[in-house]
């Protein structure tokens, strides 16, 4: 029973799917503009208020177009580290600790939700004044794929494209699945998943070329995915399963209305989210385009960070719509 639910610790939605093959799709690395401003401010790591809750956040600055990076559950935005330096080159990057998780606020009594998420998004990019700056790009990784579909769904016209990598928002769960944040299995599980041997076990389970990854920022994330608060807020985030839902909420069946180009990138040796939810995503999705990492895991971000930087460019920069491109 432990093997379906210990990973729920990294994503509810990721319990019953591992070990499923895909194969490389794409590999093309147009010319992207690089901003002089951008390559010259310090990245900074700030905090800001987003619905009366406390958030940090990274803004490189410049004057290169905004790109929003939106992390996983259990995660931060350090998990983009090694991909910040190169995007920071064309685009100014807003990296969003989410509510519940790294060093944002970590509220028990709060009803999570897709809309919930949404409009703390949507605020961040008004109070970063992000929207004033012309188009403005989001990436999102896992759980953070499935909350940008949700931000350009519920505020239609804050993304001018989207980069969705492994992400969440296909994959639907039995009800029973909730069974694992009642009290008496939460309290079980909780030493057993934020302690070092199973949370690095689970971890590495998402990697698939895990010496990618120098050993300071494998601790750091390790850490990270480690926070006994980031644990209560996965297990609340189960409890709020229905809203958090794309199907059960209508969501899912509004992913028509999105008219702008889309890029997908997944990993063939996906252990969370298997590589099989690329091909639903992209049929799902009318103006996209896939790219399929070979012997990559779940975080194409760590384990091959100049791709996945250039794959990103490509499609935001290139001059042919990505929606006249078949998503294969």
Known sequence: MLQGVIPAFFSFHCVFFFFFPGK??????????????????????????????????????????????????????????????MLGKSFRVLGLDLLGFGKSDKPRKIDYSLQLYAGLIREFLEKSEALDRGPVYGTGHSMGGKYLLATALIHPETFSRMVLSNTDGFVSLPQFARAISLPGVRHLLKPLVTGEKMARSMFDIALHNRQA????????????????????TVMNLNRNMPGLDMQRTGLRSRLHELKQPILVIWGDRDRYLSPKFARVACR???????????????CPMLEYPEQFSEAIKAFIFEKTPAHQKPCL
């Open 24 to 85: 490389p799709q794409r590999d093309s690395q147009p010319y992207a503009p690089c901003y002089p401003n951008t390559l010259a401010m310090a990245a900074q790591t700030r905090f800001i208020t987003l619905g009366g809750h406390r958030h940090r956040f990274l803004d490189t600055g410049g004057d290169g177009p905004v790109m929003l990076l939106l992390h996983g559950i259990s995660a931060s935005f350090d998990f983009y580290d090694p991909v910040i330096p």
């Open 213 to 232: 990854i120098d050993d300071a920022l494998y601790r750091r994330l390790l850490d990270i995915a480690r926070d006994p608060e980031a644990f209560e």
């Open 284 to 298: 799902e999705l009318a103006a996209s385009e896939l790219i399929v990492f070979s012997n990559c895991g779940h």
